[in-house]
T-cell receptor, first 112, second 111 residues
């Protein structure tokens, strides 16, 4: 397995535009997490799924953020409309029920 | 959800000295506490973890201790080396299988 795969690696967009981040978890993992990393706030848990079902989205900062997991091998995090304060590195991670969580390489988002 | 606090935010040590990073958690139901290391520009990676049924775990130069009563756990790195320089994150997980991270400690090992 190639590990958790995220795309794109880098995204630069203008304020107000829609941004979609993508994640392919490790095959067989039943949990998927989305995190946002900034210098000020560290790693923030935005939302996590278990068997494709959203379990806790209390970390999603605003209604502008939404996440889906249509099947076991794909998840998206969407920001619409994007704002400069959304600039951060977004990580996706997957795990098999409370063992090691594997992170993707992250998407560095810059909103100008 | 769980609230994990981590201290210090930055730590500088001389090569060969020990480094200690401390975390506290709020949810008494939390029972799994991993530590991740993130090198510059890379993804976080697990270095050691501990479950609530043990008080200490060691792996070569790295050890983690857990005090369930006080709800705190610590990472100890002995004989530090320059390659230990990175950002370290603690995390807590309850039976809900979530994973909440502390804000990170930037460790610098001075040669």
């Amino acid at each position: 397995d190639a590990g958790v795969i995220q795309s794109p690696r880098h995204e630069v967009t203008e304020m107000g535009q829609e941004v979609t981040l993508r994640c392919k978890p490790i095959s067989g993992h039943d949990y998927l997490f989305w995190y946002r990393q900034t210098m000020m706030r560290g790693l923030e848990l935005l939302i996590y799924f278990n068997n494709n079902v959203p379990i806790d989205d209390s970390g999603m900062p605003e209604d502008r953020f939404s996440a889906k997991m249509p099947n076991a091998s794909f998840s998206t995090l969407k920001i619409q409309p994007s704002e400069p304060r959304d600039s951060a590195v977004y990580f996706c991670a997957s795990t098999l029920s409370q063992v090691e969580a594997f992170f993707g390489q992250g998407t560095r988002l810059t909103v100008v | 959800g769980e609230n994990v606090e981590q201290h210090p935010s930055t730590l500088s040590v001389q090569e060969g000295d020990s480094a200690v990073i401390k975390c506290t958690y709020s949810d008494s139901a939390s029972n799994y506490f991993p530590w991740y290391k993130q090198e510059l520009g890379k993804r976080p990676q697990l270095i050691i973890d501990i479950r609530s049924n043990v008080g200490e775990k060691k792996d070569q130069r790295i050890a983690v201790t857990l005090n369930k009563t006080a709800k705190h756990f610590s990472l100890h790195i002995t004989e530090t080396q320059p390659e230990d320089s990175a950002v370290y994150f603690c995390a807590g997980s309850s039976g809900a299988n979530n994973l909440f991270f502390g804000t990170g400690t930037r460790l610098t090992v001075i040669p």
